[in-house]
């Protein structure tokens, strides 16, 4: 099995096993890039979460205002109305159990409170050696692109 086929099956693995997606805000919606154009092919994942009835939920302590603006600055729908700032409130508002959750994150601190919640944690990486960080840091499974969650998350239907 190559890498590409490994990391796919260790995502499907995951992405079977729950119904709601807990999305930090900072990497896999708003890009680190200049001037934090969305994350590519998120609008993609947040319509492939839709299609496969599972609800997403934006993670954050950015205010509340600041992300409401931001979404509807960059025609991001209000897939996510949930917008909570721990893992815990997003499932508490989504009236679902911690096992029905798994987290996307880009940054340790956020790998590591998913684990610490007892939510699986799905790295999104840039690069190798960060997928290899956020992997040792926690997470279940790693991928590369919102694409890669997309084409998943449509291989389920």
Request: hydrophobic share 45%.
């Amino acid at each position: 099995m190559t890498q590409s086929q490994s990391m796919h099956a260790q995502l499907d693995e995951v992405l079977r096993q729950v119904q709601h997606l807990l999305f930090s805000f900072d990497g896999p919606i708003r890009s680190p890039d200049t001037g934090n154009p969305p994350a590519p092919y998120i609008h993609d994942a947040l319509a492939a979460c839709r299609e496969s009835c599972r609800s997403a939920a934006i993670v954050t302590t950015t205010p509340l205002v600041e992300v409401r603006a931001y979404l509807e600055a960059h025609d991001l729908p209000p897939h996510s109305t949930v917008i909570a700032p721990s893992i815990g409130e997003a499932a508490s508002a989504l009236e679902a159990s911690r096992a029905d959750c798994a987290a996307i994150a880009s940054v340790q601190s956020d790998i590591e409170a998913a684990k610490a919640a007892g939510v699986p944690a799905i790295a999104y990486a840039r690069t190798p050696d960060d997928a290899e960080h956020l992997v040792r840091a926690g997470a279940s499974t790693f991928m590369y692109s919102m694409m890669d969650l997309a084409l998943r998350l449509r291989s389920f239907n």
